[in-house]
């Protein structure tokens, strides 16, 4: 199980447009999407399929005393998702 301070997991989510931490204990932290987002498409189709732009995703994970800011713009987008248990995401923050 991996452990993230909050220099960390700001620094990740602010260079990368997509993200996702697994098992991992958020402590004191701050979570920031910052992703500008203009005409992109998210698709996933299939079973158990997963696409995310612009988006921070945390599964299975404990997230303790932080903050969690979604700042992004999102124009002319078009998420879609089909197919059983699937998931589309655009300029999004997904804690599951």
Do not use: H, Q, R
């Not at 199980?1 to 960390?8: L, Q």
């Not at 990740?12 to 979570?31: D, G, H, L």
């Not at 996933?44 to 612009?54: E, H, P, Q, R």
């Amino acid at each position: 199980m991996k452990t993230f301070t909050s220099a960390a997991v700001l620094a990740i989510a602010t260079i990368m447009s997509f993200n996702t931490m697994a098992e991992s204990n958020v402590n004191k932290s701050i979570i920031l999407n910052k992703s500008i987002n203009k005409g992109n498409t998210t698709v996933a189709i299939g079973k158990d399929n997963l696409a995310s732009t612009g988006s921070v995703n945390i599964k299975d994970s404990k997230v303790n005393k932080s903050i969690i800011l979604n700042k992004s713009i999102n124009k002319g987008n078009t998420t879609v998702a089909i197919g059983k248990g699937n998931t589309a995401s655009t300029g999004s923050i997904t804690i599951e």
